[in-house]
């Protein structure tokens, strides 16, 4: 079951007109929620992510975050597995086309519920493959935009090459991933590349600092050049849908030792124990 502005209903009933903004200008923003035994993951951070897109498009916030909690909820408890992942999308609604934001129009409000699966366990074994590329998306990647036709073409370059992610290059500096953030390793220290306007401020990477600060890993949030990925003792990408990976080749040559390292594993204990605690409280 889906919920489509103010009804629940499932998939295929559901219809948006061919003049939604979304679907004409990809004038929308979106998030992606984890859903562990039935609980959201972070659902607080989630909507204020949500306000700071909805705030960078200049769209009203269509409801306030107790009615967003109950539609959430809702659709929880609508959908069979135990975990999820939400979709949760607003556009600027239905208007004749004209780039101008249109007057007195209704937001399209639209969520969607997928069974979250775990990642394949080759890929916590082995790790995973990634390349680079160069960053050619636009300057505001903090707001989680639809649309996504860099981000589209960035990770279809990695599947193409048989790869998992594809690590952006921004001015010799590393920015995130075509949909992730990454991290790397450097003299046995967590570095991560610092928020700004040009990543999408994620959830996950907030948790993986948070786990680093509270086990005293030593981490550090600095920028982080082209040189040092490409010569990284351990690269990492996080995400809602994909938690945390080790990348353990990039571009073909194989990162550190090609394996996943001691960190990788630290911090993908820890991140599974802080959500067992999580569905517990
Ligand atoms: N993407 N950077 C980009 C460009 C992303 O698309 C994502 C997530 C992230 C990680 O953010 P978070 O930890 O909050 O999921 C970083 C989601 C999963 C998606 O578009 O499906």
């Avoid at 990809?26 to 909805?54: C, N, T, W």
């Avoid at 609604?93 to 394949?120: C, E, Q, W, Y």
């Amino acid at each position: 079951m889906i919920y489509l502005n103010g009804d629940f209903m499932p998939l295929e009933e559901a219809r948006i007109p061919v003049l939604d903004r979304g679907f004409i200008f990809g004038d929308g923003v979106y998030e992606v929620i984890p859903v562990y035994s039935h609980k959201p993951f972070r659902l607080a951070e989630h909507l204020l992510r949500l306000q700071h897109s909805l705030d960078g498009i200049r769209l009203q916030n269509p409801h306030s975050d107790d009615e967003w909690s109950r539609l959430v909820e809702q659709i929880i408890v609508r959908n069979e597995s135990d975990d999820q992942y939400l979709y949760l999308h607003v556009t600027r609604g239905v208007a004749k086309r004209d780039h101008a934001f249109p007057k007195g129009v209704m937001p399209t409000v639209f969520i969607m519920s997928n069974p979250l699966l775990a990642p394949p366990r080759e890929w916590l074994v082995n790790g995973v493959a990634a390349i680079t590329a160069s960053d050619n998306r636009w300057l505001r990647c903090d707001i989680k935009a639809i649309s996504l036709l860099p981000n589209v073409l960035l990770r279809q370059m990695a599947v193409d090459a048989g790869a998992v992610e594809t690590v952006l290059l921004r001015e010799g500096f590393m920015t995130e991933g075509a949909a992730s953030n990454i991290f790397m390793v450097k003299n046995d220290t967590l570095l991560a590349p610092p928020k700004n306007h040009l990543m999408l401020p994620g959830i996950t990477y907030d948790v993986v600092l948070e786990l680093a600060a509270a086990h005293n890993v030593p981490h550090e949030v600095r920028a982080i050049s082209e040189y040092e990925v490409r010569t990284a003792q351990e690269l990492l990408l996080t995400s809602s849908t994909k938690e945390i990976m080790a990348i353990t080749h990039l571009d073909g040559k194989p990162v550190g030792d090609g394996k996943p390292g001691s960190m990788f594993a630290l911090l993908h204990q820890l991140y599974q124990n802080y959500k067992t605690t999580i569905m517990r409280g």
